[in-house]
């Protein structure tokens, strides 16, 4: 049974950093994208960014370019999200999802097959 868990969650004050884990168990990634995800309440889920599991290539919405980082430890089964510049509107759940990788960097989480039970992100002062 595959199993995505989210942690690292917590409060951080505005402009501060953060870093959210996502271990995988289960099976075997090697050919999967690996997601971020957030959602605020009342919002819908937003698509925060990607990787490929086996080439670590990344994929970013322009809303958090250049403050997110995605990356990943094969050896660990081990996603991260380092999050840096953080803003009030950063605060959300954050998880962690996959699937098969076919070329594509999908932002729709309905594409997604698995999904982690997610972490709090609370951006404040």
């Known amino acids: 049974q595959v199993q995505l868990v989210e942690s690292g969650g917590g409060l951080v004050r505005p402009g501060g950093s953060l870093s959210l884990l996502c271990t995988v168990s289960?099976?075997?990634?090697?050919?999967?994208?690996m997601s971020w995800f957030r959602q605020a309440p009342g919002k819908e889920r937003e698509f925060v960014g990607s990787i490929t599991w086996s080439s670590g290539s990344t994929y970013y919405p322009n809303s958090v370019k250049g403050r997110f980082t995605i990356s990943r430890d094969n050896a660990r089964n081990t996603m991260y999200l380092q999050m840096s510049s953080l803003k009030p509107e950063d605060t959300a759940v954050y998880y962690c999802?996959?699937?098969?990788?076919?070329?594509?960097?999908?932002?729709?989480?309905?594409?997604?097959?698995?999904w982690g039970q997610g972490t709090q992100v609370t951006v404040s002062s």
């Open positions: 999802a996959a699937r098969p990788f076919d070329g594509t960097y999908y932002r729709d989480p309905t594409k997604y097959d698995y």
């Open positions: 289960g099976r075997t990634f090697s050919y999967y994208l």
